[in-house]
């Protein structure tokens, strides 16, 4: 018999980009506080996001499950960018992101009942072209950024504002699936070869 695989989260980008491994999984977004700690670094802050989520989707989804659990955040040295409140905090946060490199962090775990969660945290380094006022202005507009960490979706029209990207792709969209698969050939799934 084979595992159950579940993907704890509701975001399309994930489910998508889960769907390319060739394998069936159910999606039970897991609910957990996200707010960071006192003093936690984006890193820590992506492991015990991801971690809790992984974990929570186990308990709720019993012992045949392989639960995957993902977080992602875009960090500016230390600071955290989330998901903008709204259009002012969009531009502002495409404002600090114009002509420099950030980072874009997820946490990915691996959760099975009975055994410790297996978890990492990839980066990718993301440079943005210098941006016009208008050119913000435009894409806040469009609404994209609402719901993306840092305000920007690189799969969608974010995507122009990118002059370069250091590390895997997939991990800004949201599930590094390089990670994804050793986290799950290690928790004794079978996987299908890559295409």
Do not use: W
């Not at 978890?119 to 894409?139: G, K, M, N, Q």
């Amino acid at each position: 018999m084979h595992p159950r695989l579940v993907l704890a989260s509701a975001s399309p980008r994930r489910k998508d980009l889960l769907a390319d491994l060739g394998l069936p999984f159910d999606v039970r977004p897991a609910d957990v506080d996200e707010t960071p700690q006192p003093g936690e670094s984006p890193e820590a802050l992506v492991a015990r996001l991801a971690g809790s989520k992984a974990e929570a989707g186990a308990r709720a989804t019993g012992p045949d499950a392989v639960v995957v659990g993902a977080d992602t955040i875009v960090a500016i040295g230390d600071d955290v960018l989330g998901k903008p409140a709204d259009a002012v905090g969009a531009a502002d946060m495409l404002r600090r992101l114009a002509a420099r490199t950030h980072r874009v962090l997820t946490g990915v775990a691996v959760a099975v009942t009975a055994r410790p969660t297996a978890l990492e945290v990839v980066t990718t380094d993301v440079t943005f072209r210098s941006l016009t006022a208008d050119e913000i202005a435009a894409y806040v507009a469009t609404g994209e950024p609402l719901d993306k960490a840092g305000a920007y979706g690189i799969q969608g029209q974010g995507g122009a504002l990118v002059s370069s990207i250091d590390g895997p792709y997939d991990n800004v969209v949201g599930l590094p699936l390089e990670c994804v698969r050793r986290l799950l050939a290690a928790a004794g799934m079978d996987l299908p070869p890559p295409h």
